[in-house]
């Protein structure tokens, strides 16, 4: 089991930039994928993006793509997410993920989760 901690959610104009991170704790952290998912008001949750636990393989969801990375660091059992050029679509609660094994899209698949943070994209 891995506990998180997001961190770092806030408001933003379009255009700008933030950094979430999520802090883990557990054993299982270095052997876990790790993802972010958001979800808007009134919208399901959605993958965002994800990082493997060996080759740290990263994957994105289409629209995230060239302006949001992923990356971890097994040691300090962190992951972030930078995000540049954020849109008013971006706006959403961010949550982070971990799940045994290699990489998923799917939230059902991830077996632990925090508590989520906001990011709010001002136009």
């Known amino acids: 089991q891995v506990q998180l901690v997001e961190s770092g959610g806030g408001l933003v104009q379009a255009g700008g930039s933030l950094t979430l991170s999520c802090a883990a704790s557990?054993?299982?952290?270095?052997?876990?994928?790790m993802a972010w998912f958001r979800q808007a008001p009134g919208k399901e949750r959605d993958f965002v993006a994800a990082?493997?636990?060996?080759?740290?393989?990263?994957y994105y969801k289409n629209s995230v793509k060239g302006r949001f990375t992923i990356s971890r660091d097994n040691a300090k059992k962190t992951v972030s997410l930078q995000m540049n050029s954020l849109i008013p679509e971006d706006t959403a609660v961010y949550y982070c993920?971990?799940?045994?094994?290699?990489?998923?899209?799917?939230?059902?698949?991830?077996?632990?989760w925090g508590q989520g943070t906001q990011v709010t994209v001002s136009s």
């Open positions: 993920a971990a799940r045994n094994g290699g990489y998923s899209y799917r939230d059902y698949e991830y077996n632990d």
């Open positions: 990082i493997t636990w060996i080759r740290l393989n990263t």
């Open positions: 557990g054993r299982a952290f270095s052997t876990s994928a």
